[in-house]
C-alpha cells in the first residue's frame, strides 16, 4: 500500500481574481475534495498569476508541468471562456504538456497519463445551447475535452453559464440562467469525488 498523501492539482486560470466564477468553483472543489481525502494534498498552479510561455520547443517546462499532473491523484481546473476559446495561458500550458513523453508516447501517440478523476469548471459570460444565437461557438470546451484525453484523461465537465448577466442590464432576463446553472455546478461539485470514490476509480 502507498503511504504517499493523495494529492489534488488545481489549476486556475482566470485573470479576474475574487471575482471569478470558476475561481469560486474550484475553491469548492478542494474544499469538497478534502473532505473525502482529509490527509491529502493540494498542489496549486495558478496560471493567470504565472502564465507560460508560449511553446517553442521541448523544454525542462514540459517534464514539469507533465510531472504535476503524472504525481496528481486528482485534478480540478477552471477554465473562463475567453474569446470563444481557452484563455491563451491554458493553452500554451497544454502545449507544453503534450510534448512530454510523460504525457504522450512520442513513438505511438498512445495518452500516457492516469488520475482518480479529473473535473473541468468552465466559466462562460454568455450562453450557448442548442437554441441560443451563439450555438456551437464554445471551441474551448470541445477543445479542452479532446486534448485532455489525447494524453489520457477523461474531464467531467461542470458549466457555469450567463456569468455576466449579474452585472449586465441589458442581460437581466437571463440572470436565472446564471442562478440556476451555478446552483447545479455547487451540487455536482458536491458529490462528484465521492461519486468517484464509490466507483472505485
Ligand atoms: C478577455 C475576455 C474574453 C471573453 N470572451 C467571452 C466569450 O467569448 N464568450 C463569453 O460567453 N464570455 C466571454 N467572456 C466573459 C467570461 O467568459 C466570463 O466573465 C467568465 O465568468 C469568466 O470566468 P471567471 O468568472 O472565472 O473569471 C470574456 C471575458 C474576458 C475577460
Redesign the pocket.
Known amino acids: 500500500m502507498s503511504t504517499t498523501a493523495p494529492t489534488l492539482l488545481r489549476i486556475d486560470t ?3 481574481g475574487t ?5 469560486r468553483l474550484t475553491d469548492l472543489a478542494v474544499r469538497t475534495w478534502l473532505r473525502t481525502h482529509p490527509t491529502g494534498r493540494v498542489v496549486v498552479h495558478d496560471l493567470a498569476e504565472n502564465p507560460p510561455p508560449h511553446f517553442a520547443g521541448p523544454s525542462e517546462l514540459a517534464e514539469e508541468y507533465a510531472t504535476e499532473l503524472r504525481d496528481a491523484d486528482d485534478l480540478v481546473l ?1 477554465m ?5 476559446g481557452p484563455p491563451s495561458m491554458l493553452k500554451a500550458w497544454f502545449d507544453h504538456v503534450i510534448a512530454s513523453p510523460l504525457a504522450r508516447d512520442p513513438q505511438t501517440m498512445a495518452p500516457m497519463l492516469t488520475l482518480g478523476t479529473a473535473v473541468l469548471v468552465v ?4 450562453a450557448y445551447g442548442d437554441d441560443t444565437p451563439r450555438a456551437g461557438w464554445d471551441h474551448a470546451t470541445d477543445w479542452a475535452q479532446k486534448s485532455f484525453t489525447a494524453v489520457g484523461l477523461d474531464l467531467t465537465v461542470v458549466p457555469v453559464e450567463m ?2 448577466a449579474p452585472g449586465a442590464p441589458y442581460l437581466a432576463e437571463f440572470e436565472h440562467l446564471y442562478h440556476r446553472d451555478l446552483a447545479r455546478a455547487q451540487e455536482e461539485l458536491e458529490q462528484v469525488w465521492t461519486r468517484a470514490a464509490l466507483a472505485g476509480v
Open positions: 482566470s485573470i479576474r471575482d471569478s466564477v470558476s475561481r477552471g473562463p471562456l475567453y474569446n470563444w466559466a462562460r459570460g454568455g456569468t455576466l
